[in-house]
C-alpha cells in the first residue's frame, strides 16, 4: 500500500490534483484499494502503518506543525521521502 501511496503522490501534478488531503488521504485511499478499510482518522491509518508517526515525520522527512499538515500544503518532495523511509523500514524488518 505504500507503494501505491509513492505512485499515487509521484503522478500529482499539483496539490489539488492528487493529494488535497495531504499524505494522510493519501495512504487512506491505498489502504482502502488495498484492503477495503475505511479510515477517517490519522490514528487509523497508524494502526495499519505503525511508522506513520508526526516524530518520525519530523525526524525523517522534516515535517513540522503546520495546522492541519506535517508539511507545507505543496512540499511533495519531503511526502515522498517519508513514504520512503517508511517503505525502507518495513523492507529492513523483512530481512
Keep these: ?8 503522490l509521484e503522478k500529482a501534478e499539483d496539490f489539488n490534483a492528487g493529494f488535497d488531503g495531504g499524505l494522510c488521504a493519501i495512504l487512506q485511499g491505498a489502504i482502502t484499494e488495498e ?22 515525520a519530523v525526524k525523517h522527512a522534516n515535517a513540522s506543525n503546520n495546522g492541519m499538515y506535517w508539511w507545507g500544503r505543496y512540499d511533495k518532495e519531503n511526502r515522498l521521502k517519508f513514504i520512503e523511509w517508511m517503505i525502507n523500514q518495513l523492507k529492513e524488518a523483512k530481512i
Excluded: H, P, R, Y
Design 35 to 56: 484492503c477495503g478499510c475505511v479510515f477517517l482518522f490519522v490514528s487509523n491509518v497508524q494502526q495499519c502503518i505503525a511508522d506513520f508517526t508526526f516524530e518520525n
Design 1 to 8: 500500500m505504500l507503494e501505491k501511496a509513492k505512485t499515487t
